[in-house]
């Protein structure tokens, strides 16, 4: 999660929501990357997506069973989706999103009975430090606009 975490705090310096996301299997890190939105002028680069799709490109496969998906945000739909579909083993996320989380706090798409695969969810790791993160963050924001 401390990985994630200084990939959130790269996004914050490049003006995108503090988000990070490491994927690791067997102990080794396979992917890791941040929010990369306004970048990329994508709504799709989010840092889970990303560290998905570089986890899957390194891995040369799409289902990436036996992998862990770090990210210090709980996954909005879009990415409880893809880790689903991905076959992610576990999700272990740090500060809960009650607006949009997909992993149990707002819904729960990564353990959701009717999908043909469930991610096993830790979620609240270094949560504070996540939280204060994008706390920071949207402040700033909104000194700037006032």
């Known amino acids: 999660m401390r990985?994630?975490?200084?990939?959130?705090?790269a996004a914050a310096k490049a003006d995108e929501v503090p988000v990070g996301a490491v994927v690791?299997?067997?102990?080794?890190?396979?992917a890791e990357g941040r929010n990369r939105i306004r970048e990329l002028r994508d709504p799709t680069a989010h840092a889970?997506?990303?560290v998905l799709r570089a986890a899957s490109a390194r891995l040369r496969r799409e289902r990436l069973g036996g992998t862990i998906l770090y990210t210090t945000l709980e996954p909005c739909p879009m990415c409880a989706g893809a880790?689903?579909?991905?076959r992610v083993d576990a999700v272990v996320y740090g500060a809960a999103d009650p607006k949009a989380g997909a992993g149990g706090?707002?819904?729960?798409l990564l353990r959701h009975p009717a999908l043909n695969h469930r991610c096993r969810v830790v979620g609240g790791v270094l949560a504070a430090e996540s939280r204060r993160l994008l706390q920071r963050f949207f402040k700033a924001k909104r000194r700037g606009n006032a």
Request: aromatic share 0%; hydrophobic share 70%.
């Open 24 to 30: 690791v299997m067997g102990g080794e890190v396979i």
């Open 48 to 50: 889970e997506v990303l």
């Open 83 to 86: 880790a689903v579909l991905a």
């Open 3 to 9: 990985l994630a975490l200084a990939q959130a705090r």
């Open 105 to 108: 706090t707002l819904l729960d």
